[in-house]
């Protein structure tokens, strides 16, 4: 009970179990997991809401959320989400997946998805590197990063260049809301919530496909202690990824939340 002198900082949202995560510590997953849960809360959409986990990390996402989850093959998110949307069209479906689930396996599927103009919603989490598997060499992994499969840094010569995910899927007509936000400090967690909360207003109205890119710290593969991790973010990512709205349908433009 809370009383006249007591204030209240943080409460668990109701749609998080009540279960510690397996994350590492300063991994900014649960962050991201937590301002998901905050926005199905507040929008009142906990009894219609289906997850789908992807294989990485975020593997036992459906541990930490309670509602209805489901868990995709690797990189085939996107089309299980689809194929539950399209037969539950009532239901708020949306993707959890990291950038070596989304950007390297499931490449075709997340591009398909967004041309196809499926109206669910992809929480897209990027930490330059495959980080269950042991930190190998990502999609997104930067221009001289050291990884376990790159050891002497991204050749850009021999290995090519990161994919910037947001700005590619904001070329496809089908896309609603395209934005990348990142989770390095207070005021962009804030951002993040925000993008999150109009992300899934896009699939409410039916605007067609939605996704968040959040930028997100790896501190144990990183070989970093979690704060000199998130620095990296803003240091080295966010210059590479920039913070941006890439597409954002009018009607969601005109909404002040």
Same mark, same amino acid.
């Given at each position: 009970m809370v009383t006249d002198t007591e204030i209240t900082v943080y409460h668990r949202p109701a749609t998080l179990t009540d279960l510690g995560t397996h994350y590492c510590p300063?991994?900014?997953?649960?962050?991201?997991?937590r301002l998901v849960a905050e926005v199905i809360d507040e929008m009142g959409l906990r009894e219609t809401t289906i997850g789908v986990a992807s294989v990485g990390c975020s593997v036992f996402a459906y541990n930490y959320f309670d509602f209805d989850f489901v868990q995709a093959p690797h990189g085939r998110a996107p089309a299980m989400a689809t194929g539950i949307k399209r037969v539950l069209s009532d239901r708020i479906v949306f993707t959890y997946q990291g950038?070596?689930?989304?950007?390297?396996? /499931? #490449?075709?599927?997340?591009? %398909?998805?967004?041309?196809?103009?499926? =109206?669910?919603?992809?929480? &897209?989490?990027? !930490?330059?590197?495959?980080?269950?598997?042991?930190?190998?060499?990502?999609?997104?992994?930067?221009?001289?990063m050291k990884t376990t499969s790159s050891p002497n840094g991204r050749d850009v010569e021999s290995q090519g260049y990161p994919i910037r995910t947001a700005e590619l899927l904001a070329t496809q007509e089908g896309a609603g809301y395209i934005v990348r936000r990142s989770l390095h400090d207070p005021k962009n967690i804030r951002l993040a919530k925000k993008a999150i909360r109009l992300a899934f207003e896009t699939q409410v109205r039916g605007l067609g496909f939605s996704l968040v890119?959040?930028?997100?710290?790896?501190?144990?593969?990183? /070989? #970093?202690?979690?704060?000199? %991790?998130?620095?990296?973010?803003?240091? =080295?990512?966010?210059?590479? &990824?920039?913070? !941006?709205?890439?597409?954002?349908?009018?009607?969601?433009?005109s909404l002040r939340i």
């Open positions: 300063g991994c900014t997953h649960g962050i991201a997991h950038d070596g689930d989304l950007a390297s396996i /499931g #490449m075709g599927e997340i591009v %398909a998805a967004a041309g196809r103009g499926e =109206n669910i919603t992809v929480i &897209f989490i990027n !930490n330059a590197n495959y980080g269950m598997t042991g930190g190998q060499m990502a999609p997104t992994t930067l221009p001289g890119e959040l930028l997100s710290s790896c501190p144990t593969n990183w /070989g #970093m202690d979690p704060v000199d %991790a998130l620095r990296w973010i803003e240091q =080295n990512m966010i210059p590479y &990824f920039p913070i !941006n709205d890439f597409k954002v349908h009018p009607v969601i433009a």
